[in-house]
C-alpha cells in the first residue's frame, strides 16, 4: 500500500507563483518516476510534469513548458511543482503521481485557482 498527498494549492492572481509540494507515505524503493497531471471542470485530464526517481531527467507538457518546474528531494520521498507566471488556465485539480514502471499510484489532488 502506498499513499500520496498533495499541499500548496490555492487561490492566485495571474501572474502569481504557487509551489505544489507531494509526499509519498509506504515503500519508495522502487519507485521509477514521479509527476504531476491536472483536470478542470469539463476537460480531459492533462499532463504537466514528470522526473526520473534520480532527479536527473525531466518534461513537461507544451501548454506548462517555461513556466512550471519539477523536482525531487527527501529520498524520492517528495515531488514540488514550482510553477510561476500563473494564468487562468492553469485553474485545475492537480493530482501527483508515482510510478513502478508503467504502473501508476494517485493522490487526491489539490485545488489551483488562478483568477483576479
Known amino acids: 500500500q502506498v499513499q500520496l498527498v498533495e499541499s500548496g494549492g490555492g487561490l492566485v492572481q495571474p501572474g502569481g507563483s504557487l509551489r505544489l509540494s507531494c509526499t509519498v507515505s509506504?515503500?519508495?524503493?522502487?519507485?521509477?518516476?514521479m509527476g504531476w497531471y491536472r483536470q478542470a471542470p469539463g476537460n480531459q485530464r492533462e499532463f504537466v510534469a514528470w522526473i526520473s526517481s534520480d532527479g536527473f531527467r525531466a518534461d513537461y507538457g507544451d501548454s506548462v513548458k517555461g513556466r512550471f518546474t519539477i523536482s525531487i528531494a527527501n529520498a524520492k520521498k517528495t515531488v514540488y511543482l514550482q510553477m510561476n507566471s500563473l494564468k487562468p488556465e492553469d485553474t485545475a485539480v492537480y493530482y501527483c503521481y508515482r510510478a513502478i514502471g508503467s504502473h501508476k499510484a494517485w493522490g487526491q489532488g489539490t485545488q489551483v485557482s488562478v483568477s483576479s
Open positions: 509506504g515503500s519508495i524503493a522502487s519507485i521509477t518516476t
